[in-house]
């Protein structure tokens, strides 16, 4: 079975850091790209971050781009994403993400982790 | 950079009637990288159609996805109680990345 578990959540200032991890079982990890998609509350889903199976291309939604670094251990079957500076409106559900069937379908996703970023 | 526009924001029908959403992108795109997502609270993204008008593993025939170029349509037959959901289109492969549509809300009337 495929599973994807997030953490790493949780409450941080403004202008401080955090990283989540996603814990990735059930396929072979180290052949597939990864991603982090968003979704601040309320509010709908927004692409964060994608790396490739071997960490050699790696893509960022444009504003986040000098803040948030994706990463990925494949020997851990782990991703990560790093993420620095941050702002109010980087308070989101963070999901990490895989299209294992198909071309471009994003077809299995983890629980989400919750990210706060308040005073 | 594509940007996708869904309509209506907020669709409300009743179980058994048919609900047709719509995406609209800003550019002609390659419908192969078209897909529709299902969303429920406090749940993650469900895919539903991938390549436009296929459906992907287990979802119901009540489903389906047609379109090409800049318009693209998710039908779903005839509601079950469980389809009242957000629904996003989403693309692949441009700027950004992975490009999702503001959502269509189904709710029931």
């Known amino acids: 079975e495929v599973q994807l578990v997030e953490s790493g959540g949780g409450l941080v200032q403004p202008e401080g850091s955090l990283t989540l991890s996603c814990a990735a079982s059930?396929?072979?990890?180290?052949?597939?790209?990864m991603n982090w998609v968003r979704q601040a509350p309320g509010k709908g889903l927004e692409w964060v971050a994608y790396i490739s199976s071997s960490g050699s291309n790696i893509y960022y939604r444009d504003s986040l781009k000098g803040r948030f670094t994706i990463s990925r251990d494949n020997a851990h079957n782990s991703l990560y994403l790093q993420m620095t500076s941050l702002r109010d409106e980087d308070t989101a559900v963070y999901y990490c993400a895989v299209p294992l069937t198909y071309s471009s379908g994003l077809d299995y996703w983890g629980q989400g982790t919750l990210v706060t970023v308040a005073s | 950079e594509i940007v996708l526009t869904q309509s209506p924001g907020t669709l409300s029908l009743s179980p058994g009637e048919r609900a047709t959403l719509s995406c609209r992108a800003s550019q002609s795109v390659t419908s192969t990288y078209l897909d529709w997502y299902q969303q429920k609270p406090g749940q993650a993204p469900r895919l539903l159609i991938h390549?436009?008008?296929s459906r992907a593993t287990g979802i119901p025939d009540r489903f389906s996805g047609s379109g090409s170029g800049t318009d693209f349509t998710l039908t779903i037959s005839r509601l079950e109680p469980e389809d009242f959901a957000v629904y996003y289109c989403q693309y692949f492969g441009s700027s950004p990345l992975y490009s999702f549509g503001p959502g269509t809300k189904l709710e029931s009337k």
């Open positions: 390549g436009a008008s």
């Open positions: 059930g396929f072979t990890f180290s052949s597939y790209t």
